[in-house]
Structures are given as structure tokens and as C-alpha cells.
């Protein structure tokens, strides 16, 4: 699906004006994502495969619309605390195949769920929001990634060219954390040497890190950086997206 294609699919339900906002927001991330997912499902043999969307957003229904042939899982807060303004009511959600569990979790073995083998498992805009170590996130995915099993991972990058320019001025570039605890906003951003280390410390062959510029930017001057970035210093992009896979 293309940037239109998606926002023509939304546009056609009863959203809200953030929802709308936000689906404007994300949708050239959003077929950038279902590419690289396409990519990996093309890697397997036929049949049915397992595709699990972790944190339960408007990605979610694209990969059902996507893999129609294929099952969709999801793994997040429980249903009725997921909806809001990312993932409003509207949005299918399969109620069989939701796995509710909190990422924070990780840190104690014994609440861990028990989730079926899946064989490309996507975690999009998650981990910043997550204050427990990465690492132990990534031995959760893992714990239901099957052998030869693809993660995709999308977040932020941290070391972005704004981000730069605002500490150099002495700002911190980071909000502080919010006073919503369902929704307290991001912990902690990485780049993209930080992500391929934590994979491979926890077992994992680091295929990809790709930089991609996928957020709109209003003002002359961002499009102008966004525009150079887009051709040269890839680090300094505003996103990250790093695939991994299970040996």
C-alpha cells in the first residue's frame, strides 16, 4: 500500500481529528514499514504465516488489509487501555488473537506470556516508550520469534540532526516524562549503534539499519534539512528502523 492508499483507507471511517492528524502524521512511515515487511514475508515458504504487530496501533489493521491470508497477532496493554487517540475505537482489533502483557513486565521471568511461534515480528514506535532495559525486551521477542524469524524494530533516532542543534543551544531535546502513567511519553531514544549492539548481545544477526526522513516537517528550515539528509549524513535522519534476525 502507498502513502495515498493508506490515507484513503482512513479517510473513509469516523475519526477524530487527532487520529486523522496522527494517520497524516505516520503514513509514509507506515508504507515504508509494510515494504520491509512484504520483503521478509516474500522470504518464507507458503502457507499461512505468523505476523505479530507489538504495541496494537493503526499498523496493525494495514497488516491485516496486507496479509489477508496470513495471522495477525498482537501483543500490548490490554484492549480497552489501547484505544485513545493512536488506536481509537473503529479500528479492528481481534480479540483472539490479542496478547495482553506490559513490556515493563520483562523484568520479572515469571509473568512472561506465552505467545505462539511467529516469523516476522514488528515493534514500531515501542521501545522508547518502555523504562525497562531493551535487553530484556528483546529476550521476551525471542522467547516467541521462530529460528530463521525476523525483527523489525522502528524508534526514533535519538542523535538527529534537530536534536543536535538543540543541545548545542543548551535545550534538551528530550520532553520530560508525563504525568500519564498509561501514556507517559518516551523513556529513553537510541541510535542506531546502540540498537545493532543490543541485538547482537542477545543473540541476534543484525541485517539492516536504514535512516529514513518519514515525518512531515512544517517550516522552511526542516524541510531544507530534511531535504540534504535525504541525500547525505543518513545519521542524522529522524528515524531508524533496524532488522534483525534469529539464528
Known sequence: MTENEILAHFASLDLQPEARYYIACMARRFAYLLRLVERFRAQLPAGTARIMDIGPSYFTELLSLKFPRDEILCVGFASQNSRGGHYPKGIKLEAVRFHAFDLNDTQDRSKWIEIPSCDIVVMAEVIEHVHTAPQLVYRFIQSFLAPGGALIVQTPN??????????????????????????????????????????????????????????????RLQRLVNAITDIAAPTLREGITVSYRKT
Do not use: V, W
Not at 159 to 182: S, V
Not at 185 to 202: K, N, S, V, W
Open 158 to 219: 535519538a542523535a538527529e540532526f534537530f536534536k543536535r542543534i538543540q543541545l548545542l543551544q543548551g535545550k534538551n531535546p528530550y520532553e520530560l516524562i508525563r504525568e500519564n502513567a498509561e501514556n507517559p511519553g518516551h523513556f529513553r531514544e537510541y541510535t542506531g549503534m546502540e540498537l545493532r549492539a543490543i541485538g547482537e548481545q542477545e543473540g541476534l544477526s543484525c541485517l539492516d539499519i536504514e535512516y529514513l526522513n518519514y515525518f512531515p516537517r512544517k517550516g
